[in-house]
């Protein structure tokens, strides 16, 4: 397992990730004080849109909630290990991925409090929407991937073009024969996609181990897929790996597996009691292993981080929780005549006549009862 | 005198253990079902009573868990398998379909597939994707498979009991959305109704009205509230989906002279119309209206804050009685 | 005048070069589609024309070959899959369903799923388990997906290019057993006939048959042997599995008072029930028989030297008709 | 890859796998010349069987053939490699498996003629039936693995009663993501399973390097399952490593993986036609390194076979085509009302209903003609 950064913020060296690191990347590599700030302050804000969405959850504003609590330097290290034009698709809990692609948070809340069952233009932010079919999106990567090859996007050895597919999965989620498919799939085409398992220890109240008596990283190997371990709460770590499979990908080499060991620190959803299946102990032992406290700490160590900035990302990720807080508590629900509107691309008469009676049938409750919202009161009557 | 008032799901966990204690070829598969005692708790206990060779927190692959719940029933077990939610039994369904089905017949009866698949399935919980679904259609289409649908405790009990004592295979429906609400279950007294035939749960003279599972107590309510208009409605509970029980179906029909069919799964390619089918064919000289459909539109399930509105409900069925009763 | 003579395979092939031609988003995806030309030969030919980026001999996994599609077309492309058989789309079965369908729909609108999946099915060919049949109804009940069935030479050119051309996702079940039998193709005029609709094929004035793909010649037959005994047969071909096209078998029906449909898929649970429960319901006052179904019986396709027995055939049908004017 | 005969017939030493061949099995090991002898007889007899069943399908007496020529010791060493006691999941082309399970060869030819699905009771003979859905089967020889399991007859240290499974899929099935399940759960549970794929190098037109682009053998090591990949034209070699690897299943060490390197001499079934996707001189490359002939060398090599053995030998052979031959023809075709008989287990109304309205319809044909035959006559008149 490759790790950078130590538990009390010690980088140790390592030849092939510091390259990539320290390079010349954009401005002066991947690991400058400000970008190493900048990873800080990202994750600290999504930790609090995701404290915010478990307490909203509370309050009835949203159907369920699954926390990434803990998994916050697996997800933002990945994110910003993408490049501006890559293709990421996630599993149902990437909140950290979809902060560092720029998606802003209550768009993540829209599947969570049934408003919608995606909320973003997959193509607009290049990230494909949550997934809850577990697995079905690997192949989806995997094809999304061989179409960057046949545009000609791979391998013409301009890292700032050629663009490659980062592929999320649970561990729990890779034993469904889709990811296996999909893996099967892209060696065999060596299409440019970079699977991405962040083992947080729990398939709901399954452990890792029920899935894969050996490191989850060893199972691409069955494919030739080359793999890698990593520390999953390193974000350095998470950074360098997925970087450097990414670039390996898009410079047209195939896939790679990166595994990263991290912890779901929270219960799986807002559905779910952790205690019938795992020891507090467990739990306290990963808070040690906290990713935001070791980035830190590894900020304190090279004195790139000061009592100010810390508090002033504290007050920005307050003011973003409240943010979202309101934005939520303001949401109107749909009108529900919108579900007619995107079954079908193009014109579809049994939809279009089950709209109609949809119509009609809604209009009696507005002349019986001269009442606009003729919905809501149809609630109510029911 | 043994009757006992239980939630729906703790009736199935009876039915579960009873049905383990009295034949040890009995064994339980799924995701979460171990220690956890599955995401609703169906399963609770249960780990602890029988181990976990007889209640297995598989890997999550559903194709796998019905796959090899096909080897077990070749060596004479009697697996017991959860689909964690309705929406999830697509990645198992060339099992169920191409081999679950038909390893009975292309075996010319050598091999016995004693497999229960339950499903916990509908809307109407407030849940995200593919967590409200009512896939029945796409079962009840293949032979070899059988589909039952309790509504109450007791029968929830039961059919578990007797699901798992059929030689064939069985997919049972359960209705998520009920899994709390309680009942009456005797579990010492066998009932005499079969499972595969539906019951008149309330007499009516004006018009039949066909339901199952969690459709059930919107059926009695519609009828209910019916009954305050001065229309007196029957309803019937089907219980089995495969196969239907059409003479109670028909001998009802053939009263009341018209039949409204609700369930939550799309209209369009949905249980109803085969029934409706039928029953056209069967009672033509008896019908004084078409047979009429209530279910859910020819979409995706809703976004939860849209379901109210896909979902049948109260006024949607009488809705439907009004137009049954205008013919 | 530019009409030509083709095989149903050959108008196929023809309607994929041309697609391929006229758009290079179009790629065909498969197992053994590439140098061999497919088990069927229907992609004979394009592998050499269009190389192996665009004719892409996958490997042998069905949810893989319809899942990468998802994706291609996420990406702009337009891919073009092919079932070897229709007994062996149900591992692909999770991706239709959950993906294929509701990717549009998830997305609001912002992603198009132009995924054509060609599917040949049917029986009557002789075939070894699994090869024989006719899972549209299993397609049917999911909204999202739209399935054409294909006829004639020249709807398998037409359909595949107006398939390739649309936006949603489209099933093309082809009628496998039909491959080698020729007709017109007119590749130079898109037909003013929209491939969603159902055409009278033969005017009738005593009952309405209705059928689609394989079964088609069987209808026709069927009317003709019927003329022999003075019956008047009106013969609709579906064209469009899902959407049904209501008006212009209502119409009929409105016409002459009785219908028969008749489909190689078993009668329970088949999509002969949904169109039969609609049109009961829309031609009440015009039925002068109940709707009436010869198709499968509810059991697993069998060996093929008892096929004969399973399919519909001429008899079944007459009997059918028999029953119908017996009302 | 491990070879133990060579093309001329010359037997490599190899400690482990001789240790198994001839060390004390039953009658002194599975290697002596008598059995050496057994081998060469089955494997020219089902070849017989085999080549008669193509001339069948050419005459119309069977809708379909696969044949298995060139697998015969991949089939025929693997079959005997299995205990009595041992159940073998099969796939639809194992004809020298079945040969050695001591299924006649009529039986397997009920489904490519079409009287039935199927043609015995897996239980009696222990072993499953023919499989056409690729891959489907490889979870089921898990399950049923996972039964052994459950029944106290997996290692509990007594070779003769403790039983394995035997599960085979080809190089092509391998891709189907049920394959990867059944992985899954049979490392997970340490299920008593031999995996076996005969890497014939084509499914259909496909070579196999599209299903992996590195050696199958290695597909399992994703999961830890041991793999070992054998000649598989070499009967010893597969007899030795499939032996091995299911005494170490039924042992209880947990699953095994063995690749057999073979080749399908024929087109992949009598509807195929191989010319168009491979060079006539592969195959004539192949016919090189048939099985048969290498095993006859190895026994003259040995001065343990004789012309009058060998033409024995193919006069049984001979006789075995002409009673398959005489079988087939004299089958008569089953009445189709039996379709009704095992769709359920129990009584099931719709079935029963189905079953006299086809009973009633075909009564009308008898009456209307009197004519027994309805069936016949029916088929006439359509
Ligand atoms: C096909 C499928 N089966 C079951 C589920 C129910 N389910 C949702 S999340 C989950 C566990 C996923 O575990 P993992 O892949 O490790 O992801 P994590 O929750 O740990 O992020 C399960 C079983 C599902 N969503 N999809
Ligand atoms: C699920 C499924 N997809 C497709 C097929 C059609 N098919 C039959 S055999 C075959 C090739 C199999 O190749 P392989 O597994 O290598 O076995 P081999 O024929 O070489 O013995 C294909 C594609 C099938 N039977 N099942
Ligand atoms: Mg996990
Ligand atoms: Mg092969």
Not at chain 1, 249 to 268: C, D, Q
Not at chain 2, 3 to 20: C, E, V, W
Not at chain 2, 173 to 194: A, N, T
């Amino acid at each position: 397992m490759v790790q950078l950064l130590a538990a009390d913020g010690t980088r140790t060296p390592h030849a092939e990730f510091d390259a990539v690191l320290d390079g010349p990347d954009g401005a002066g590599g991947l690991a400058t004080p400000e970008r190493l700030r900048g990873y800080y302050r990202d994750m600290v804000m999504i930790r609090a849109a995701d404290v915010e969405a478990t307490s909203l959850q509370r309050q009835g504003q949203l159907g369920l909630w699954a926390s990434a609590l803990g998994q916050e330097a697996a997800q933002i290290g990945a994110g910003h290990a993408s490049r501006e034009q890559d293709y990421l698709v996630p599993t149902y809990r990437e909140h950290g991925i979809a902060w560092a692609r720029g998606i802003e948070p209550w768009r993540l809340l829209e599947s969570f409090r049934g408003v919608s069952h995606g909320g973003w233009d997959p193509n607009e932010l290049r990230t494909h929407p949550y997934m809850i079919v577990l697995g079905s999106q690997a192949p989806h990567a995997v094809g999304y991937a061989m179409g960057l090859q046949r545009d000609g996007v791979v391998g013409t050895g301009q890292p700032e073009t050629d663009t490659a597919v980062l592929a999320l999965f649970g561990d729990g989620a890779s034993s469904e024969g889709e990811v296996s498919e999909a893996f099967t799939f892209a060696a065999s085409f060596q299409a440019p996609v970079v699977f991405y398992t962040q083992n947080n220890q729990w398939a709901i109240s399954v452990p890792t181990s029920v899935q894969s008596r050996v490191p989850l990283a060893q199972r691409s190997r069955g494919w030739g897929i080359p793999s890698v371990r990593v520390d999953g709460n390193d974000v350095l770590a998470v950074l360098g790996a997925v970087r450097i499979a990414l670039d390996s990908a898009r410079a047209g080499k195939g896939p790679v597996f990166v595994e990263a060991l991290t912890y779901r620190m929270a219960a799986h959803t807002t559905s779910d009691d952790a205690s019938r299946y795992r020891p507090s102990s467990e739990e306290e032992e990963w808070a040690q292993k906290d990713p935001i406290l070791r980035l830190r700490r590894h900020l304190e160590q090279l004195g790139e981080i000061d009592e100010a900035y810390i508090a002033r990302c504290d007050e920005e990720a307050h003011d973003l929780a409240m943010q979202l807080h309101h934005h939520i508590h303001g949401m109107e629900d749909p009108d529900p005549v919108g579900m007619f509107t995107h079954a079908y691309a193009e014109p579809h008469p049994i939809v279009e006549v089950e709209r109609e009676q949809y119509l009609e049938y809604m209009a009696q409750f507005e002349n019986d009862d001269d009442i606009d919202k003729s919905a809501e009161q149809k609630g109510e009557r029911a | 005198m043994s009757s006992t008032n239980l939630p729906i799901a703790k009736a199935i966990t009876a039915g579960l253990r009873d049905a383990m204690a009295a034949d040890d070829k009995v064994l339980l598969m799924g995701e979460d079902i171990g220690v956890l005692g599955g995401v609703f708790r169906v399963t609770d206990g249960l780990h602890a009573e029988f181990g976990s060779q007889r209640v297995v927190d598989t890997p999550l692959a559903e194709a796998g868990i019905v796959g090899t719940s096909v080897g077990l029933a070749v060596r004479g077990y009697r697996p017991v398998v959860e689909i964690q939610f309705d929406g999830f039994v697509f990645p198992a369904f060339n099992q169920i379909t191409t081999q679950v089905a038909k390893m009975h017949n292309r075996t010319a009866g050598a091999v016995h597939m004693p497999i229960v698949i339950r499903i916990p399935h509908g809307g109407g919980i407030g849940a995200i994707e593919h967590h409200s679904e009512s896939p029945e259609a796409l079962f009840a289409h293949t032979a070899g498979l059988r589909i039952l649908a309790p509504a109450t405790a007791q029968d929830a009990y039961w059919m578990t009991r007797q699901a798992i004592e059929c030689e064939d295979p069985v997919i049972i429906f359960e209705p998520k959305k009920r899994y709390w609400v309680k009942g009456d279950v005797d579990p010492d007294h066998r009932p005499e109704l079969s499972p595969w035939e539906a019951t008149v749960v309330r007499q009516g003279t004006d018009a039949t009205l066909l339901a199952w599972g969690p459709s059930m107590p919107l059926a009695l309510e519609s009828a209910e509230a019916a009954a305050e208009d001065g229309i007196d409605l029957e309803v019937i509970d089907a219980r089995s989906l495969a196969p239907i029980d059409y003479p109670t179906i028909i001998a009802s029909v053939k009263r009341t002279g018209r039949l409204l069919i609700t369930h939550e799964a799309p209209v369009v390619g949905g249980l109803g119309g085969e029934i409706a089918a039928r029953i056209s064919e069967e009672c033509f000289y008896h019908l004084e209206a078409p047979v009429l459909r209530v279910g859910g539109y020819h979409l995706p399930y809703p976004p939860s804050r849209m379901e109210h509105a896909y979902l049948p409900d109260l006024d949607r069925v009488l809705d439907g009685v009004d137009r049954l009763l205008e013919h």
